[in-house]
């Protein structure tokens, strides 16, 4: 044969160990969501993000997205129905220790959505309300919206809209602290659960406001000065999860999501021609 320069490897030169997993715990995120064919946001976003922090992931996807670093191109949604089925197969078989929800794009999806998380007695639900693009435009018709907040919302224990989503949320205009403030009081009164205001849209801040149970805690960020934001609120929702998970409260979740979100921006992984994304993996490459 044709000496093709490739060689068996010894998995003790590598450094690479078998682990045995039995006995350990091991912590299942579901993440509800579409797909991006480009790998930045959206479930594999989601399931990078699960696999970095050490958990099993498991996906059920809403719809199919043609997108990448420079835009959304097409979209495919499922049926209300095969999401359902999805969430069947999941909930039956191996019950997620926390869930992310992200793109919801009709009524009937949010609708089965809510029923089946109801229906397993759900816990740890992160809610990301993808509403509007990163152009501007909405991506949830007023009737959605309304359903949305009457169905989901009040399952959640966190929910973590930016600046735009929080308007639309609200129908305020936002362009300061105080303004945010508001705003979480406002949505404090139909949602049990916290709300993870997230301000990088602010001209004069990037500070966060997680308000919850009538307390306001702000995070103050940094400008991370990189334009490759792709899928950066896919990342910190489902860190968040990870972090419900393993029993953390709520604000140390957040804290601890928003370092991981940091590092895979300061990570300055540079693909595509626009908006490209985050290194999930800095953590893996840094140990090596």
């Known amino acids: 044969m044709k000496d093709t320069g490739m060689k068996d490897i010894d998995m003790k ?7 045995d997993m039995k006995g350990i715990d091991m912590k299942k995120i579901l993440t509800i969501a579409g797909s991006d064919c480009s790998g930045g946001a959206g479930i594999q976003a989601d399931i990078k993000t699960i696999t970095v922090h050490g958990m099993y992931a498991m996906s059920a996807i809403t719809a199919l997205t043609a ?3 420079t835009g959304v191109y097409g979209v495919m949604e499922a049926t209300p129905e095969f999401v359902g089925q999805q969430l069947d197969c999941i909930f039956k078989d191996i019950t997620p220790d ?3 929800i992200g793109m919801v794009s009709n009524i009937g999806i949010i609708k089965m959505i809510a029923d089946k998380l109801v229906e397993y007695k759900a816990r740890n639900i992160v809610l990301d309300p993808v509403m509007v693009s990163t152009s501007g435009s909405k991506l949830l018709s007023e009737d959605a919206i309304e359903v949305l907040v009457t169905r989901l919302l009040p399952l959640a224990a966190v929910i973590t809209p930016n600046i735009p989503e929080t308007e ?3 129908g305020m205009i ?17 949602l049990r659960g916290g709300i993870l205001i997230k301000g990088g849209h602010l001209s004069n801040s990037a500070d966060d406001l997680l308000y919850l149970s009538g ?9 991370i000065d990189n334009p490759n934001t792709h899928g950066t609120g896919c990342t910190l929702s489902s860190a968040i999860a990870c972090n419900l998970a393993l029993g953390f409260d709520l604000q140390t979740s957040v804290s601890s999501a928003k370092e ?8 300055g992984l ?3 021609k626009g908006s490209g994304p985050l290194n999930h993996c800095y953590k893996i490459i840094a140990s090596n």
């Open 13 to 19: 030169d590598t450094g690479m160990k078998d682990i």
């Open 67 to 69: 997108q990448n670093t």
């Open 98 to 100: 926390a869930v992310k």
């Open 168 to 170: 639309a949320l609200t």
């Open 174 to 190: 936002i362009e300061s602290g105080k303004d945010m403030l508001t705003a979480a009081v406002e949505i404090s009164k139909i």
């Open 215 to 223: 307390v306001a805690h702000w995070f103050h960020s940094e400008r």
């Open 260 to 267: 991981y979100v940091r590092g895979a921006l300061k990570a």
């Open 270 to 272: 540079d693909l595509g």
